[in-house]
């Protein structure tokens, strides 16, 4: 698996096909287990139906439903190869 730089935005706007995580550690972003792709949202409820895309400890494709938006951040996986930023100052 290759190395992942892991840019972690807040859920506004937040559409299905996007890829989401929720971040307990905030000091250690760039890692990111289990990582879930947004099903479907209810804008009402609040909550989305996410199915997991990678993960070291649940199983690939489970969807779970009606999961509370409040928890999770979107997240955009780029390699470090591909992203022409990483390591150099600003």
Do not use: C
Request: aromatic fraction near 12%; glycine fraction near 4%.
């Amino acid at each position: 698996m290759a190395l992942y730089k892991n840019i972690i935005q807040w859920t506004w706007n937040l559409t299905a096909g996007e890829h989401v995580a929720f971040i307990r550690y905030p000091f250690k972003e760039l890692i990111l287990d289990p990582v879930f792709k947004v099903l479907s949202i209810d804008t009402n409820k609040y909550v989305a139906n996410i199915e997991v895309v990678k993960s070291d400890f649940l199983a690939i494709g489970t969807v779970y439903n009606n999961q509370p938006i409040a928890g999770l951040r979107r997240v955009k996986l780029t390699t470090i190869k591909d992203d022409l930023t990483y390591n150099n100052l600003i």
